[in-house]
């Protein structure tokens, strides 16, 4: 079982990014999904999540209204876009699949992926 995240790069301030995490090995249509991100220097901290069918997404502050969480499940894929993007959203990004059918920062999250590096400048 593996989650792979992939969409990272360089981007300058105000720019945008897409984000995708795809699972091999089983499915997690069943599962809520969540992105994750990790700054130099920080500890791990949540970003966004979303619910097996999409209908319900959770966001933190430092990501509500610029950056947008969905899934399509008939690819096993969730997705992070990010507009707007900040130097302080510079960070390594992780997708995780919860337990559970839903999912939020106090979720048990039993599959991690390997993380995308996002870097923005100035």
């Known amino acids: 079982v593996q989650l792979q995240a992939s969409g990272g790069g360089l981007v300058q301030a105000g720019g945008s990014l897409r984000l995708s995490c795809t699972a091999s090995g089983r499915t997690f249509s069943n599962n809520g999904m969540a992105w994750f991100r990790q700054a130099p220097g920080k500890e791990r901290e949540f970003g966004a999540a979303?619910?097996?069918?999409?209908?319900?997404?959770y966001y933190a502050d430092s990501m509500k209204g610029r950056f947008t969480i969905s899934r399509d499940n008939a690819k096993n894929t969730v997705y992070l876009q990010m507009n707007c993007l900040k130097l302080e959203d510079t960070a390594v990004y992780y997708c995780a699949a919860s337990i559970k059918a839903v999912a939020g920062p106090g979720s048990v999250y039993a599959y991690w992926g390997q993380g995308t590096l996002v870097t923005v400048s100035s």
């Open positions: 979303i619910s097996w069918s999409g209908a319900n997404t």
